[in-house]
Each structure stands twice: as structure tokens, then as C-alpha cells.
């Protein structure tokens, strides 16, 4: 059975992915093709369980982070997205490295509220 997953930059941090892909561009770079790695197992597998990532991991809220793999000496980034399961769709949140990880998960958290809201109406 195909999934039809899709991904909506509605509530993305655009500004943020700018500016720290500017800063780190590899980091940034690796992360999204990582996004793309989720991506296209969430269409092909049955259920989450079956993703075995190492850079794919729940940090709570129906947050979840993707790390970047294959850069070296980088700066421990994290994208963070949003996983909604009855419309099967991807929201970007944010993106950031390690020392303002509570800060972005606290923004996180604050979006996906509002998106929640959002489908709700």
C-alpha cells in the first residue's frame, strides 16, 4: 500500500533555514537530504516503526528531529519537524545545533499547538 506523504513549509522557520544555512551550509544541506531519506520511507514503509534511522529520533510533542550525518568536524544540527499522521504530512519547524536545542524545541512545541489548532477548525 502507497503512502501519499507530503511536506507543507506553512509553518517554517524560513528565515532561521536561511541564516543558519548560510553559517552552516553542509550541516544545513545534510540535514534536508536526510529529510528526504524520511520522506521517502514514510511512502514506502507501512508504519514508523519500520524507519531505522539513526538521525531520526521523537523528542516529544509530535516533534521529531533529523540530524545530519556525513559532515566532518560539524556543528551538532537538528532539523526539526512536525509528523502528522491523519493527513500524512511533513511540517519543517526549525533548524539548529545543540546549544539552543531547548529553546527550538520550546518553539516547536508553541507551532505545533497552532497547527493543531489549525486542523482542528
Known amino acids: 500500500m502507497a503512502n501519499n506523504w507530503k511536506i507543507n513549509n506553512e509553518h517554517a522557520d524560513l ?10 551550509p553542509r550541516e544545513t544541506e545534510a540535514c534536508f537530504t536526510n529529510l528526504a531519506k524520511v520522506f521517502t520511507a514514510l511512502n514506502e514503509l507501512e508504519n ?8 531520526f529520533r521523537a523528542e516529544g510533542h509530535g516533534i521529531w528531529r533529523i540530524g545530519q550525518t556525513g559532515v566532518p568536524h560539524a556543528a551538532e544540527t537538528r532539523l526539526y519537524v512536525y509528523l502528522f499522521f491523519q493527513g500524512e ?19 516547536c512545541a508553541e507551532i505545533v499547538k497552532t497547527i493543531k489548532r489549525n486542523l482542528q477548525q
Open 48 to 55: 514508523l516503526a519500520q524507519i531505522k534511522f539513526g538521525f
Open 15 to 24: 528565515n532561521r533555514f536561511k541564516a543558519y544555512g548560510k553559517k552552516h
Open 89 to 107: 504530512t511533513i511540517y519543517p519547524l526549525t533548524i539548529g545545533d545543540k546549544k539552543q536545542q531547548s529553546d527550538d524545541l520550546r518553539r
